[in-house]
């Protein structure tokens, strides 16, 4: 890979990396990963609200600018403007992100390790009350990534190589809980589906369940703020059994063939989510599409280290998450 450095040096340099896949990784893939019948079941069966008057819709309709709120009606469309308008970003993406969010959130393996690490993030064994008579709230931040990790650090470093059609993926870049000491509190809009939510699981006979929102965004590449997506999350009890177990995630080295184990905490839960969809050569899981010149824009102005709220999400990712140790070597070693 020649890779164009001249946001680090004057001088151009070749980065070589090298990525080494397990011979049995398709074999773990297949035999966990949940079936496109049952996703594709499991959609049907979800739905979407107003982002006005919070009905349930059968066909929503899209905003036609972002594609990533919906409505009953042109007339709550128009009522919600005001709200909107801030964070209303232009997409390319036909669907927007709710395709992807919809797949995930009905996809039993993420969900269950995401929901793990949003427990330890959010303090649920910390007090009692947190999902009971206080609310909770999780940002999970979403963003597209090339499914060859080489095009990736082909973007990052700006080597113009890098073909214009990538198939991307989608990745979980971060998980921020909400604290109303510093956020402030929940809108009254959030706080009536938290309540409403609550109040369905304990009719559902879930009372003794823990049970929040959580909120997925897609940020922009030069923008702090995007197109967001909040729903409730109910935290079943096996969910924090796994949590409270805290039973280590046992790897193999594709290298070595060496056994390994990785603490259960929200950063290893994270990166098996992400190894996950990126194991699913046939896009089985309904993760992936062509990238946009937005997505990889996005990884581009992380690699010139822009201060942008996605730049700097994306940059602690590669810091934490071991596909990336090449990439980041190859970076610090410019920079020297």
């Known amino acids: 890979m020649s890779a164009n450095t001249n946001n680090l040096s004057s001088t151009p340099q070749t980065v070589y990396i090298e990525h080494a896949i ?31 008057c919070q009905t349930k819709l059968e066909k929503p309709l899209k905003c036609a600018k972002c594609k990533s709120v919906w409505y009953c009606s042109k007339e709550c469309q128009k009522k919600n403007w005001s709200t909107h308008k801030p964070a209303c970003h232009e997409v390319e993406r036909s669907s927007g992100v709710l395709k992807f969010i919809q797949m995930f959130s009905v996809n039993p393996l993420l969900m269950g390790f995401l929901k793990v690490g949003i427990v330890f993030d959010c303090g649920l064994f910390d007090n009692p009350r947190i999902g009971f008579d206080v609310p909770f709230m999780a940002r999970v931040d979403i963003a597209m990534e090339p499914s060859d990790v080489l095009d990736f650090a082909g ?50 006979g879930f009372a003794k369940d823990p049970v929040g929102l959580v909120e997925f965004i897609s940020c922009s ?43 259960m905490n929200t950063v290893t839960c994270l990166e098996y989510i992400n190894l996950h969809i990126r194991a699913d050569k046939q896009n089985q899981l309904r993760l992936r599409s062509e990238m946009t010149e937005q997505d990889k824009e996005a990884i581009r102005a992380a690699g010139r280290n822009e201060d942008t709220l996605p730049a700097r999400i994306l940059k602690e990712k590669m810091k934490r998450e071991h596909l990336y140790a090449g990439v980041m070597e190859m970076t610090r070693e410019i920079v020297q």
């Open 22 to 52: 397990h011979p049995e990784r398709d074999d773990y893939f297949r035999a966990l990963a949940a079936s496109t019948k049952s996703l594709k079941a499991s959609q049907k069966s979800s739905s979407v609200q107003c982002t006005q």
């Open 155 to 204: 973007l990052y470093f700006n080597d113009q190589a890098v073909g214009e059609k990538l198939q991307g993926m989608l990745q979980v870049n971060a998980i921020t809980p909400w604290h109303s000491g510093t956020q402030g509190p929940l809108t009254p809009k959030r706080l009536q589906i938290w309540r409403e939510a609550r109040a369905k699981y304990n009719a559902q």
């Open 221 to 263: 590449c030069a923008e702090d703020s995007g197109n967001s997506v909040t729903a409730e999350l109910h935290i079943p009890a096996g969910v924090l059994n796994i949590a409270r177990k805290r039973e280590p995630f046992t790897g193999v080295s594709a290298v070595t063939g060496t056994q390994f184990n990785k603490p």
